[in-house]
């Protein structure tokens, strides 16, 4: 096993009497892209919000590197909606973050970081654009290089290709794959959709309940070893039969409140 860039222990999030999850258990290498799948409901974007600090466990720890505490921690967090703020430009929206002084390392290059990752970014024509001048793929490019150009080294995605049209969602998760592998990111990925949790993730976990009020990590499945993936970056096919079988698997673990026979009830 490689260097752990994250690690999960007892994890437990609860409000009063009710528990989000409980008994996670999770360790991610560095490098590694782990795509986590589940209902809605089942506590996954919490749990992202715990490791980034957002939220406090109620039991159980996060360990980022060799950081166990709650601040400080080398981490980029990014949603569904890009969070641009309306009022700035593309190139002062990435520079938000090096204004804290816990981001200053990424500032020492003698180039500047935030022109350097709008080019990488393919973000240097529309720089001075302000986000309602944006395409969606445009702003969420911009909302991840905001989250990167400070150099985390773990990266935590919650459903940030939810509300592109599947073309435009595409071409970002082959981009995202480049980026991750060019600066060498560990990411931990919030998903609902499972031909994207394959494409992307080395490893995919599902979370659901093991019973009526305990939702945890049920079931893990190696895809990169599955489909043969190197650590050279070979591409991985959306239509390896290998990714089929394990789909097929998934949805048979899946669960869902959704009452079966529901919609022969339906009155329009």
Not at 10 to 29: I, P, Q, T
Not at 203 to 211: F, T
């Given at each position: ?88 430009t ?47 793929g ?34 970002l ?12 990111l ?66 048979a673990?899946?669960q ?13």
């Amino acid at each position: 096993m490689g260097a752990l860039a994250l690690r999960l222990t007892g994890a437990a999030k609860r409000y009063g009497a009710s528990a989000v999850f409980e008994d996670v258990d999770l360790a991610l290498e560095r490098g590694e892209v782990f795509s986590l799948l589940g209902p809605s409901g089942c506590g996954k974007s919490t749990l992202l919000r715990t490791v980034a600090g957002l939220e406090p466990l109620s039991a159980g720890l996060v360990e980022v590197g060799t950081d166990t505490s709650l601040s400080g921690r080398p981490v980029g967090i990014a949603f569904q909606d890009p969070l641009l703020l309306p009022w700035l430009t593309v190139a002062e929206n990435v520079r938000l973050g090096l204004r804290f002084r816990a981001n200053a390392p990424a500032t020492r290059d003698s180039e500047d970081p935030v022109q350097r990752i709008l080019r990488d970014f393919g973000l240097a024509a529309v720089a001075g654009a302000y986000p309602d001048q944006l395409s969606g793929g445009q702003a969420q490019r911009a909302s991840l290089a905001r989250t990167v150009v400070p150099r985390p080294s773990l990266l935590l995605l919650d459903e940030p290709f939810a509300a592109l049209d599947p073309r435009t969602r595409a071409a970002l998760q082959d981009w995202l794959l480049d980026v991750v592998r060019e600066r060498r990111l560990t990411v931990l990925l919030v998903t609902h959709d499972v031909e994207e949790a394959l494409y992307l993730g080395d490893r995919v976990g599902l979370m659901g309940s093991r019973s009526a009020a305990r939702n945890t990590i049920t079931h893990v499945w190696d895809v990169a070893h599955a489909a043969h993936a190197s650590a050279a970056g070979t591409p991985r096919r959306r239509d390896d039969e290998r990714l089929r079988a394990i789909r097929r698997e998934i949805l048979a673990q899946y669960q869902t409140d959704v009452p079966p026979g529901s919609a022969g009830s339906w009155v329009i």
